[in-house]
């Protein structure tokens, strides 16, 4: 069975918790329970994870080498700052799609870079919740025929 790691960064628990004008209502129990959902349609096995901590970050995603397909990175913050995060994804040779809730493109400029994008096979970003669920799509088609 393929199996996927979705892999949430710093703040992230606080998901429909502060800033709902930000990010919305929805708390990242919801989305963890709507991409189960999904996964259990796709016959994917998932392992949904949240930490705040870079290391523990880059700990999960050495580890997801011998244990999953792929990965979906909601790296956070880290994204606009993580060297160490994306010599992690580089080093695990496993596809992964970046993922944002917001549009970083339409944010602040220091959002607009990405270090995750260099190493990502693509990057989906402004949908909101909605944004797992076609991560979740575009890589199960990516492990099936490499698109
Ligand atoms: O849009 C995204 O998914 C982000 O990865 C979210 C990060 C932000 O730093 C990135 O630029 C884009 C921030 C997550 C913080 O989430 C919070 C949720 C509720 C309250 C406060 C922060």
Redesign the pocket.
């Given at each position: 069975m393929t199996s996927i790691l979705i892999l949430n960064?710093?703040?992230?628990n606080?998901?429909?918790?502060?800033?709902p004008e930000?990010?919305g209502n929805t708390t990242l129990g919801d989305i963890e329970a709507m991409c189960r959902a999904r996964a259990e349609e796709m016959g994917l096995a998932l392992a949904f994870e949240q930490s705040n901590s870079e290391g523990v970050l880059i700990d999960m995603i050495h580890a997801a080498r011998d244990t999953h397909d792929g990965i979906i990175l909601?790296?956070?913050?880290y994204?606009?700052t993580s060297v160490a995060l994306m010599d992690a994804i580089s080093s695990t040779e496993l596809p992964v799609i970046e993922?944002?809730?917001?549009n970083?493109h339409a944010?602040e400029e220091f959002?607009h870079r990405s270090y995750i994008a260099r190493v990502a096979v693509g990057v989906i970003?402004g949908f909101g919740a909605a944004g797992y669920p076609l991560a979740m799509d575009a890589l199960a088609t990516h492990l099936s025929d490499g698109s």
């Open positions: 960064g710093p703040n992230l606080l998901l429909g918790t502060r800033q930000v990010y909601n790296a956070g913050a994204t606009h993922l944002h809730l917001s970083i944010r959002r970003c």
